[in-house]
């Protein structure tokens, strides 16, 4: 279920992304995220104001996920929900890079392994089976922008595991979002007060909300209870379906499918999946 939300995520970002300035909509969509959320969270925890080492914590791993969907929105101006489902796939093999780095987990042969065959699939992806675009390294600027925001997104997860403190996830889920909407503000305060808001596309609100709840609260959820029953990298692993529920979503809203040789592509990633999926098993990740 939550792949499948982030799947959509891209969908409705390239279709809404045109009508306002990217870091607006990230900073919309995280206060509508942290408006929905902070009721839940006052009444399993109370709510009270972090101290400034708490809010330094917060506010470090924010700026990852703000730079992300910053990024994302710009990129999808550009590029294509797929090529951004595909590029994504690197992202558990980069995190794991940066947990190497970050908190001396081992990578693990699986998780390298899954990274390669994510990498391969994502270039073909990306350059259609071209390998004369590939060996020119005709790179679409999209795709370029969308990869350094999956930069940013790998290391959110090695960050909350270096900067948590014990505190429930919830309320950590809930100062990042607050610190998020803070950076996103001190870089959209100006554009708040030229855009023409009442000119606003009614699809765009409805799109934003959608992102806010369903695949940032919703996501949140499904994510944490799978964590809990299936264990972090398997959790991980489902993020190579990416690919092929955009295809498929595409599909049943515009009848409309890539070329053949780039559903070879797709079809290249979803191996990563398994690997990793058997890699959780077989050193028992629960």
């Known amino acids: 279920m939550s792949a499948t939300l982030v799947a959509t995520s891209?969908?409705?970002?390239?279709?809404?992304?045109?009508?306002?300035?990217?870091?607006?909509?990230?900073?919309?969509?995280?206060?509508?995220?942290?408006?929905?959320?902070?009721?839940?969270v006052n009444h399993r925890y109370g709510l009270s104001l972090p101290n400034r080492s708490g809010l330094v914590r917060y506010s470090l791993i924010s700026g990852a996920l703000v730079g992300f969907f910053w990024l994302m929105f710009l990129s999808l101006r550009i590029t294509t929900p797929l090529n951004t489902g595909a590029i994504f796939t690197v992202v558990p093999g980069v995190s794991g890079i940066y947990s190497w780095f970050l908190l001396r987990e081992r990578l693990g042969y699986h998780r390298f392994f899954a990274l390669l065959v994510a990498m391969v699939g994502a270039l073909w992806v990306i350059f259609e089976g071209d390998l004369q675009r590939l060996w020119s390294l005709d790179l679409n600027y999209g795709d370029l922008l969308f990869f350094g925001g999956c930069l940013l997104m790998a290391l959110y997860m090695p960050l909350v595991k270096l900067l948590h403190r014990g505190e429930p996830m919830a309320v950590m889920t809930l100062w990042i979002l607050i610190t998020g909407c803070a950076w996103l503000l001190f870089f959209a305060v100006a554009e708040l007060f030229v855009i023409p808001w009442t000119s606003v596309p009614v699809i765009v609100w409805i799109g934003i909300a959608y992102l806010a709840f369903f695949t940032t609260i919703v996501t949140f959820f499904t994510s944490q209870w799978a964590t809990l029953h299936l264990g972090p990298t398997r959790v991980m692993a489902y993020s190579y379906l990416y690919p092929p529920l955009i295809v498929l979503i595409e599909w049943l809203l515009y009848r409309d499918l890539p070329s053949m040789k780039t559903m070879l592509g797709v079809l290249i990633i979803l191996p990563a999946m398994i690997i990793m999926q058997r890699g959780a098993m077989e050193v028992g990740v629960k």
Do not use: E, Q
């Open 10 to 40: 891209f969908i409705v970002g390239k279709a809404i992304t045109p009508f306002l300035d990217p870091v607006v909509l990230t900073l919309i969509r995280f206060s509508i995220a942290a408006l929905l959320f902070a009721p839940y």
